[in-house]
């Protein structure tokens, strides 16, 4: 079993939609939990970083983490095709980081 | 500031040959990671090194090699390379410790033809 689980997806969804991005970890231990966007041929890019359950805003983004249930949630509010990348989620602690297999997300205009 | 950078951008090598991978992490951070993400396979974890010290190491054979600098740069090494060798190396920076959020470079392709 991965430590973290993401499904791949693809997911398309119309311009204005909210996006919602799931994933599961095994560990226990991870603490710390963190969110990715890849655009083609680019390395990820840093969205939202947490490490506490609970909701973390930031413009359209929102973070969420349930250490209970070990869920993490991306929402992306008023999707716009530049948000159109694979997300990979990912969750760390004790030395270890693990990723998810990314969701590649398309917004059609 | 100036982001993690990683050279070459692309390198093409046949089997059996060795490959190195440089890693320049952003000012202040000591911490590198090197995943590799072939294709379809999502991000694999390599090695993690801190203030010049192997800290962890993913499940790759002794081939995968790298070494962190003083000046915390740091060098992936693959050595009798095969054809599934073939992927995007990415190279990411931490400030300190383990529970710093990475930031990464845009990678290094390596062709194994």
């Known amino acids: 079993q991965k430590e973290v689980e993401q499904d791949p997806g693809p997911l398309s969804v119309p311009e204005g939609a909210i996006v919602s991005l799931n994933c599961t970890y095994s560990?226990?231990?991870?603490?710390?939990f963190m969110w990715y966007r890849q655009y083609s041929r680019k390395g990820p890019e840093l969205l939202m970083y947490?490490?506490?359950?609970g909701n973390k805003e930031d413009g359209r983004f929102t973070a969420q983490v349930d250490k209970s249930s070990k869920y993490i949630s991306l929402f992306i509010r008023d999707s716009q095709p530049s948000d159109s990348a694979t997300y990979l989620c990912?969750?760390?602690?004790?030395?270890?980081?693990?990723f998810g297999a990314g969701t590649t997300v398309t917004v059609r205009a | 500031e100036a982001g993690v950078t990683q050279s070459p951008t692309h390198l093409i090598k046949t089997r059996g040959q060795q490959a190195t991978l440089r890693c320049s992490p952003i000012?202040?951070?000591?911490?590198v990671y090197w995943y590799q993400q072939a294709l379809g396979l999502g991000l694999q974890f390599l090695l993690w090194?801190?203030?010049?010290?192997?800290?962890n190491r993913g499940n790759f054979p002794p081939r995968f090699s790298g070494r962190q600098f003083p000046n915390y740069s740091s060098e992936l090494n693959v050595n009798a390379l095969e054809l599934e060798d073939s992927a995007l190396y990415l190279c990411?920076?931490?400030?300190?410790?383990?529970?710093?959020?990475?930031?990464f470079g845009n990678g290094t392709r390596l062709t194994v033809t």
């Open positions: 990411a920076s931490g400030r300190k410790a383990y529970n710093s959020p990475l930031h």
């Open positions: 560990n226990s231990a991870f603490q710390y």
């Open positions: 947490t490490y506490s359950s």
């Open positions: 990912s969750s760390g602690g004790d030395y270890k980081l693990s």
């Open positions: 000012s202040g951070h000591t911490s």
């Open positions: 090194y801190d203030e010049g010290e192997e800290r």
